[in-house]
């Protein structure tokens, strides 16, 4: 069965760094479009980032210039590297796959999500 788990949130001070993982499992993970969600208590449910299965990456204005992501096709593994928080970019993250290319939602396979806390 596919499954998506993420790691690495946490509490960071602003301006702190954090490098968030989503290891894939039940899935060729390289076939698959990667994403970044995040949502806050109230909110619907944001995109972050993605990478596509050529390695292309699209960032949302809020992240840009401070987020980056990464996958490893050997790992079975995105990331999400995340300097210079701050405040706002507290949320709950989630890891999302979607088969390369497609546009159907239908298709998607979601993480739990990891909690991502910029507080002094």
């Known amino acids: 069965q596919e499954q998506l788990v993420e790691s690495g949130g946490g509490l960071v001070q602003p301006g702190g760094s954090l490098r968030l993982s989503c290891a894939a499992s039940?899935?060729?993970?390289?076939?698959?479009?990667m994403a970044w969600y995040r949502q806050v208590p109230g909110k619907a449910r944001e995109l972050v980032a993605y990478?596509?299965?050529?390695?292309?990456?699209n960032y949302e204005d809020p992240v840009k210039g401070r987020f980056t992501s990464s996958r490893d096709n050997t790992k079975n593994t995105v990331y999400l590297q995340m300097h210079s928080l701050k405040p706002e970019d507290t949320a709950v993250y989630y890891c999302n796959a979607r088969p390369g290319g497609y546009r159907d939602s239908n298709f998607d396979i979601w993480g739990r999500g990891t909690q991502v806390t910029v507080s002094s």
């Open positions: 039940g899935m060729i993970f390289s076939l698959y479009d």
């Open positions: 990478i596509t299965t050529h390695n292309t990456t």
